[in-house]
Every structure is written in C-alpha cells, then in structure tokens.
Nanobody, 123 residues
Framework: QVQLVESGGGLVQAGGSLRLSCAASGRTVTIYAMGWFRQAPGKEREFVAAIRWNVYTTYYADSVKGRFTISRDNAKNTVYLQMNSLKPEDTAVYYC????????????????WGQGTQVTVSS
C-alpha cells in the first residue's frame, strides 16, 4: 500500500503561481511513476503531469507545458507541481497519484490516489 497526502492548493489570481506537494508513504519501492491529475466541475479527470520514480523523466499535458513543472525529492518521498502563469481554466481539484504500471500518462496505470486539493484561479 502507498499513502498519498497533498497540500498547497488555494486561491490565486490569474497569472499567479502555486506549488502543490504530495508526500508518499508506505511501499514506495513499488512506485513506477507519480502523477498529477485534475478534475474541473462537470468535466472528466484529466492528466496534468507525471514523473518517473527512479529516473528523471517527466511528462506533461499540452495544456500545461511551459507553465507547470513537476519534480521530486526521493529522500523525502515527495513530488511537487510548480504551477506558474495560472489561468482560470486551471481551476480544478488536483489529485496526486502513484502508478505501479508503465505508461505514466494514463489514469488506469495509477493505483493509489490522494484526497485532492482545490486550486482556484480568479480572473
């Protein structure tokens, strides 16, 4: 089992920045990748970014490339999502997830999920 706890959401004006954190505990040796997904009201959950756990390979959705940066600190078992130049359309509940299966950009690879943190971007 892997437990995930997110933090760092909040309210920010358009153009601002936020950093999300996700602390993993438990059997982290089984993790293939860590990812961030988001779900806006009335929409399906979508992939945002992911990072491999043992090699520094990152993946991004086109909608956030150049604005968001995913990183990790393996010593702290923590993954971060730095979000810059935020837009109102980035408003969503952001979920951290841990994948045990390859293909880090698809939801079905992810077995463990955090509780979600709200990010609201005002115009």
């Amino acid at each position: 089992q892997v437990q995930l706890v997110e933090s760092g959401g909040g309210l920010v004006q358009a153009g601002g920045s936020l950093r999300l954190s996700c602390a993993a505990s438990g059997r982290t040796v089984t993790i293939y990748a860590m990812g961030w997904f988001r779900q806006a009201p009335g929409k399906e959950r979508e992939f945002v970014a992911a990072i491999r756990w043992n090699v520094y390979t990152t993946y991004y959705a086109d909608s956030v490339k150049g604005r968001f940066t995913i990183s990790r600190d393996n010593a702290k078992n923590t993954v971060y999502l730095q979000m810059n130049s935020l837009k109102p359309e980035d408003t969503a509940v952001y979920y951290c997830a841990a994948a045990k299966m390859p293909i880090a950009t698809i939801e079905r690879s992810y077995e463990y999920w955090g509780q979600g943190t709200q990010v609201t971007v005002s115009s």
